[in-house]
C-alpha cells in the first residue's frame, strides 16, 4: 500500500500531493453531465421535453450517458486507498460524511425541490409543493443520487479497511502486476465490465430504477453491478499507486492513452449501430431479440471500461498541457455539479415557448448554466466553512 514518493513531484502533482491531472478529469467528467443535461431537452429519441429537437443532441446524450458515471465512480475509487491510510477509516467516514453527505442533504431538501418547481409553478405555492415531494412524492434526486451512492460505497470501502485491512493490499498489488502488460489488464476489465453490466442489463432492462419508496436514493437497475465495479477497479489502481503505479504520468498504461480512445469510439461506433438497426431493422421496437439486447449491452460496457482508461490517461499523458479554463474552473466544479440542475431546469423553462432553434435553446441554457452554477459555486467557496466542504 506505501507508495515510494519521488523526492520532487512531477507537474502532474498540486499542492497538497493532488494530482493535477486527474483533478482536470473530474472537471472534465462534470462538464460532460452539464453538457448532457443541456443537450437532453432536445433530443429526439431521449427524454427531451421541448417541441424543437435536432438530432445531433441525441448523439451528444448518448455518449454522455453511456460512460460519465462509471468513469466518475471509477476515479473516485482512485483516491479512497490513500485517503484511508491518511485518515483511518473513522477519519475517512467524517470527511466524506462532510463532503457527501451535507451537499446530498441540502440538495435533496433544498435545491432539487427549488429547481423542480418550475414544473409545478403553474399549479400550486413552492411551499405546498415542497411538502408533497417530501411526504408523498415522487421527491426528485436530481444529480445528488451520485452523492448518496458514492456515500455508501465509501462507506463499505471503510468498513473493508477496517475489518480486513489487507484485502486492498491485495487489490493494489494485483492491479499493479495486471496493469505491467496494459492490453492484457484492460481485457481483464473488459471481462468484468462485461460481467457487472450484461446480466442486470438483461434481466431488468435499462428503464427500471430502485428507489427505496419515494425516498431520492435512485439508482438504475441495469447498472447497479457496474458503478460497484468500476469503484472497486478504481480503488484497485489507487491501491498500486498514483505516482509510481498504473497512472503513473510516464507509465505504460498511460503513454498508449489513444489506444484507449480509440477502442471506446469504436464501441461508441457499435453502440450507434446497433441503435440504428433497432429503429430501422428489427420488427417489434419494444422487445428486440436477445441478440441484440446482449451485443447493445456489451457495446456499453465495453464503451464504460475504455473511457475510464481513456479519460484519466490522456489527462495524464498531456498534463503539462495549458488548460487555463479548466484549471480556472476546477475549484469550482464540484460546486457546479451540485448546483447546475437549477439553473439548468429555469433556463429549459424560460426558454420553451419560444420557437427558436434548438440549437439556440441548447446554447442559452449551456452557457447559462456553467455561467451561474460557475458564480455561485465561487461565490460560496469563499465562506470558510462552505469551502471545506466544496
Known amino acids: 500500500m506505501h507508495e515510494r514518493v519521488n523526492p520532487t513531484p512531477p507537474r502532474t502533482e498540486a499542492a497538497g500531493g493532488r494530482v493535477a491531472a486527474l483533478d482536470r478529469a473530474r472537471t472534465f467528467i462534470t462538464l460532460s453531465v452539464v453538457l ?124 473493508a479497511w477496517a475489518f480486513a485491512p489487507q484485502l486492498i493490499d491485495v487489490l493494489g498489488r494485483w492491479a499493479g502486476n495486471l496493469l505491467r502488460a496494459p492490453l492484457t489488464g484492460f481485457l481483464v476489465f473488459l471481462v468484468i465490465a462485461n460481467a457487472a453490466y450484461l446480466p442486470p442489463h438483461l434481466g431488468f432492462g435499462d428503464g427500471l430504477w430502485f428507489m427505496p419508496g419515494h425516498f431520492p436514493l435512485p439508482l438504475q437497475a441495469s447498472r447497479a453491478l457496474l458503478y460497484p465495479a468500476f469503484f472497486i477497479a478504481g480503488i484497485a489502481i489507487g491501491a498500486a499507486g498514483l505516482r509510481s503505479g498504473p497512472f503513473a504520468q510516464e507509465s505504460a498504461l ?58 484519466p490517461t490522456f489527462f495524464l499523458r498531456w498534463a503539462r498541457a495549458p488548460l487555463a479554463l479548466m484549471d480556472r474552473m476546477q475549484p469550482s466544479a464540484y460546486g457546479i455539479y451540485l448546483l447546475h440542475f437549477l439553473p439548468l431546469l429555469w433556463l429549459q423553462y424560460l426558454v420553451f415557448d419560444p420557437a427558436w432553434p434548438a440549437a439556440v435553446k441548447f446554447a442559452i441554457v449551456l452557457v447559462g448554466t456553467l455561467a451561474v452554477s460557475w458564480g455561485a459555486a465561487a461565490l460560496l467557496r469563499r465562506v470558510p466553512l462552505v469551502a471545506r466542504i466544496i
Not at 149 to 158: Q, R, S, T
Not at 254 to 272: D, K
Open 254 to 311: 498511460v503513454q498508449p492513452w489513444a489506444i484507449w480512445f480509440g477502442l471506446s469510439y469504436g464501441c461508441y461506433g457499435m453502440i450507434l449501430l446497433l441503435a440504428y438497426a433497432h429503429h430501422n431493422w428489427i420488427a417489434d421496437f419494444e422487445s428486440p431479440p436477445l441478440w441484440w439486447r446482449a451485443a447493445y449491452g456489451s457495446a456499453v460496457a465495453s464503451f464504460c471500461a475504455s473511457m475510464a482508461f481513456g479519460v
Open 36 to 159: 448532457y443535461h443541456s443537450a437532453i431537452n432536445y433530443t429526439y429519441f431521449g427524454q427531451g421535453g421541448d417541441r424543437m429537437h435536432w438530432l445531433g443532441f441525441d448523439l451528444v446524450a448518448l455518449f454522455n450517458d453511456s460512460y460519465f458515471m462509471s468513469c466518475m465512480f471509477f476515479i473516485s475509487g482512485l483516491f479512497v486507498p490513500a485517503s484511508l491510510e491518511r485518515r483511518g477509516a473513522s477519519g475517512y467516514l467524517g470527511r466524506r460524511a462532510l463532503r457527501l453527505g451535507v451537499p446530498y442533504i441540502v440538495s435533496i431538501f433544498v435545491i432539487m425541490p427549488i429547481a423542480y418547481y418550475r414544473y409545478y409553478v403553474a399549479e400550486d405555492q413552492f411551499t405546498t409543493v415542497w411538502w408533497r415531494m417530501i411526504s408523498e412524492g415522487p421527491w426528485p434526486s436530481g444529480s445528488a443520487w451520485f452523492l448518496g451512492v458514492l456515500l455508501i460505497f465509501d462507506f463499505v470501502a471503510a468498513l
